[in-house]
């Protein structure tokens, strides 16, 4: 699951200077945070936050079974009274988007399937929903918004709008990820569009021979083949022989070998003189 793993990768990256580290772990608080303790699904979402605890000691991680409702383990750690409050909007740039980056450990996902991309983050409340709705905008990656009962969802559906996202938090592994599905879906849908077309005209090359060969047979039993013209009858009579036969085939047949244009040329007036034999019934549409 590409939002489990990308999580995953993200937990085990822990920022090497000490001011992003405490943005680290005050996004955590913040958008992972129910009631006074911080919750997760993720085992290892939740040993990052318990890492970047200075009193770590106090406050172990507590694993619960899955619920009915909850139907992944659910990872614990009470949250100390200090980041229980709404912390101040960092100052530094790497700071907002190490607090994206948590906001997407604790309550974001992502997926890729046949209906497309879908990256979103759940929140708890309106107060943290337009706090992260300015740090996304601030990072240059406005996302779009819903109310999904009583929480509130900023989301993206816009491949490249995700990508960059994913890369201002550092997730890399999970653009190309996502790149090698979109370079895959695109093949497989360009296969679809050539295979549908490829359907197509043979399926009207059919319809055509076949109005083709109703012309030429009402021809011989109506005025005889032999009365045609020498290449008019060359023409009828490979159409007859070769009803599968597109008309570039029928043309290398011919003798001496002629182009498709004039194929088409003679067939179409075949069509005119049914056309005139049956006083205009046969449209000179109905040979191409």
């Given at each position: 699951m590409i939002s489990a793993d990308t999580k995953d990768a993200l937990a085990r990256e822990i920022p090497a200077s000490s001011h992003c580290r405490e943005a680290l772990l005050a996004g955590l608080a913040l958008y992972g945070g129910a009631r006074d303790e911080f919750v997760t699904h993720r085992n290892a979402v939740a040993r990052l936050f318990w890492s970047l605890l200075a009193e770590r000691k106090s406050y172990p991680i507590e694993s619960r079974a899955?619920?009915?409702?909850?139907?992944?383990?659910?990872?614990a750690v009470r949250l100390p009274a200090r980041l229980q409050e709404m912390p101040s909007k960092p100052v530094h740039k790497c700071d907002r988007l190490i607090e994206i980056r948590a906001a997407f450990l604790a309550c974001g996902s992502l997926a890729a399937g046949s209906h497309g991309y879908h990256l979103e983050f759940v929140l708890r409340d309106d107060e943290v929903a337009r706090r992260l709705k300015w740090m996304l905008r601030s990072a240059g990656v406005t996302a779009k918004e819903v109310r999904r009962k009583s929480r509130h969802v900023l989301y993206y559906k816009d491949f490249d709008a995700i990508a960059e996202l994913l890369t201002l938090v550092g997730a890399f592994a999970a653009v190309l990820q996502l790149e090698d599905v979109r370079a895959l879906r695109e093949t497989k849908n360009r296969i679809h569009r050539l295979v549908n077309t490829e359907a197509a005209n043979l399926e009207r090359s059919a319809q055509a021979a076949a109005a083709q060969r109703q012309v030429i047979e009402y021809l011989r039993s109506a005025y005889g083949l032999s009365r045609l013209t020498p290449a008019l009858r060359e023409v009828a009579d490979l159409r007859l022989k070769h009803p599968d036969e597109s008309l570039a085939e029928l043309g290398r047949r011919c003798n001496p070998p002629i182009p498709k244009p004039t194929v088409s040329?003679?067939?179409?007036?075949?069509?005119?003189?049914?056309?005139?034999?049956?006083?205009?019934?046969?449209?000179?549409?109905a040979v191409r």
């Open positions: 899955p619920t009915r409702l909850h139907r992944l383990p659910t990872f040329s003679r067939l179409g007036a075949l069509s005119r003189l049914a056309g005139h034999l049956q006083g205009g019934q046969v449209s000179a549409k």
